[in-house]
Each structure stands twice: as C-alpha cells, then as structure tokens.
C-alpha cells in the first residue's frame, strides 16, 4: 500500500495532541482530509475509539473538585461544570468540542504500530504505519502519553498472591475493597488520593520505598518550579528516563493528603521485601495479612512503536532537548519528561510547532 504524504503527522489526541494541532492550524496548515491543493498538511491520529485523552479512562470517583492538573486546551476555556461531577464525564465533551469548534479532524480509532525512516536521507520523510495505512510525514509529533503503559514493579512471590491486584489504571471505586484490608503502594498524587478514598470503607496500610519528603505549597515557589522542570530536562537531555514527579517535586499537602492525615490513617511503612499467599513480607520479617494490593506506582511513556528508529539509550531513555529528539530531528516528543503536566503539554505542542515553521519558511541559503 502506498504511504500517503503529509507534512506532519500528529501521533495521540490528548492535550499534548490537540495542543500541537491547534497551533499547526494557527499557522496554515490544514489536515489532510481537505482539497489545499499546494498548501502544507497534517493528520491527527488516535487510538481511542473517542474524543478525551486519558481523561475518559480515569476511575468514576475522580471528581472535577479533586482532578490534579487540569488546563485549558490553547484559546479554548474549560466550561464551569459542578465540582462533584466526575472528570470523566466532565472532561472527554470539552475535547470533542474543541476538536469540532478548530474542524481538527482527528483520525479514530487509528493504532500507531511502527514509525521508521523512509530511507537513509536525513532530510527525508518518515513513515508512520497504521493499521489502516501508512503516513509519509516530513515531521512526527510524538504526543501518546502513558496512561496506556502502567507501570507495576516486580517483588518476588508476587505471582502466588491469593488475593486481587490491580494497578490505578484498573480503579474504579472504592465501594469493591468495602471490609478489606489493601495494600496501597506508591508515594505520587494517586497513590495519597486513593489511600484518603479506600480508608473510608477499608482498612488500609500504605507503603512506599523511601520517607516521604512532603512540600509545602507556600514553599514550591516559581524558582523552586523552575528548578524542578530544569532538573527533568536536563534529564532528558542526556538520554536518562524522565522519573516520576514526586522524585523532583517532593509530595505536596494536598486536601486528601489533610484529609488522611486528620483521620489517622496517613501513616506511611517501609516497603514490603516479598509478596506471600495471603500477605506481604516487611522487612522485619512481619507477614501482614492483605486482601488486595493496589499498585500506585505511576506510568511509563507509550513509545514502542517509536522502536524501528533505534533511539532509545542505553540507559532507557530518549534524548530530547526542548521537546525535539536529539538523535533524529524530524520526531518531536511532546507530553514527555518536562512536558507531562498539562500546562506544560500546551506549551509543548506550540514549541514543537514553532521549530517546525522556522525550518519551512527558513531562507535557502545562496
């Protein structure tokens, strides 16, 4: 099957995605589906089945009042909406209205299989195949996130554990643990959220592989920000995996984290050494008895389709400088290392298209 050429293709329809979108359009390029004759293009391609990014597949009790980190898609305000309502009901329709109101034309379900170079000229095309066709782009924008990349470490014995486990990305409500007793492991915004929620019908021990070093908002200033996002650039820069944001940041106070704590059960132990039939093993020795083990242990970036271009450092990473690949030029990785949050996936999207447009309309030099 022939590739059909494009001058940009766009790979996941999240905020990142549709941040990258709106500012190719704002600056003359169309997609693909319309008759521009001579004029420069780009294809949206995402593999939900509907308009919303993650946000459509977040647990039912993650209430627009509690969401960490919501931003405005660029030149488009979220609507008010009752504090009580869930983000995923919330959220996923002011995605799909922006994608109408901007006439985006993302392309859905569309599954991103491989991305790879054309042939050996730097300055050619890559391709993009699917598992409906193959795209030719002059540039790739990388925006697929993780929430399809959970992330659960291996503990020995955890394959003989008699009881139910399960990652965030697999959490509905609390209501299903109601009279259990549930491990939580993790030290992030999620793991500290769910322990608050789950600890009302349950009994819950939580547990995380070192202190928690918590931050107070007053002292997480704009040059502390700066730091932190300093520190996962450079990071990247390098070619090391981005790490997790509590890694940079330290846990902050948030309610839920008040919450817990004024209820007594914002207690924090020592990570378990072995996963038993019935329990965990502490370090002490100590079996202590669980039902379920609810993995808090965050996400990894969804790039194995970016495999064929062989950029990935011996240490796991990409290297990456201002969202652009270090190693092949024309791939943009936005929503990645720096640019996870979604104010920083807004800037991103307009950065990646910035450098984009400079290298097309650049003078040709004598």
């Given amino acids: 099957m022939n590739a059909i050429a494009v001058d940009v293709a766009v790979i996941g329809a999240g905020q ?126 990388n925006s697929t996130g993780t929430w399809t990349r959970p992330f659960r470490p291996y503990y020995p014995g955890v394959e003989r554990f008699h009881g139910r486990q399960l990652h965030v990305a697999d959490y509905v409500s609390a209501d299903e643990f109601a009279g259990r007793r549930v491990v939580i492991v993790g030290a992030g915004v999620s793991a500290v959220q769910l322990l608050d929620e789950i600890s009302h019908v349950a009994e819950t021990l939580w547990m995380t592989r070192r202190e928690p070093q918590w931050v107070e908002e007053a002292d997480f200033d704009l040059p502390a920000r700066s730091a932190a996002i300093a520190g996962v650039e450079e990071r990247v820069r390098q070619g090391l995996p981005p790490g997790s944001v509590i890694s940079v940041t330290g846990m902050h106070w948030t309610p839920w984290a008040r919450a817990a704590q004024a209820r007594g059960v914002l207690v924090r132990h020592p990570m378990f050494t072995a996963i038993e039939e019935d329990g965990v093993r502490m370090p002490d020795g100590t079996l202590l008895a669980a039902d379920v083990i609810l993995w808090a242990t965050g996400f990894r970036p969804a790039v194995d389709h970016l495999a064929p271009l062989k950029l990935r450092t011996p240490a796991g990473g990409f290297r990456v400088a201002d969202s652009r690949s270090l190693d092949e030029p024309r791939l943009f990785l936005i929503g990645y290392g720096p640019s996870q949050s979604t104010v920083g996936a807004n800037r991103a999207g307009r950065a990646a298209v910035q450098q984009i447009v400079a290298e097309r309309v650049a003078p040709v030099a004598a």
């Fill in 16 to 141: 990142a995605g549709l941040s990258a979108a709106y500012h190719l359009q704002r600056r003359g390029f169309a997609p693909v589906t319309r008759d521009q004759g001579a004029g420069e293009t780009f294809v949206v391609l995402d593999a939900n089945a509907a308009p919303g990014g993650a946000w459509q597949h977040r647990w039912a009790s993650l209430r627009m009042a509690t969401v960490n980190g919501i931003h405005e898609l660029p030149a488009f305000p979220v609507p008010p909406a009752d504090p009580q309502t869930a983000s995923r009901d919330a959220l996923p329709p002011y995605f799909a209205e922006y994608e109408q109101h901007f006439g985006l034309e993302v392309q859905r379900p569309v599954h991103v299989q491989a991305v790879r170079r054309a042939d050996d000229d730097p300055d050619g095309r890559l391709l993009v195949e699917t598992d409906r066709r193959t795209w030719a782009a002059r540039h790739v924008i």
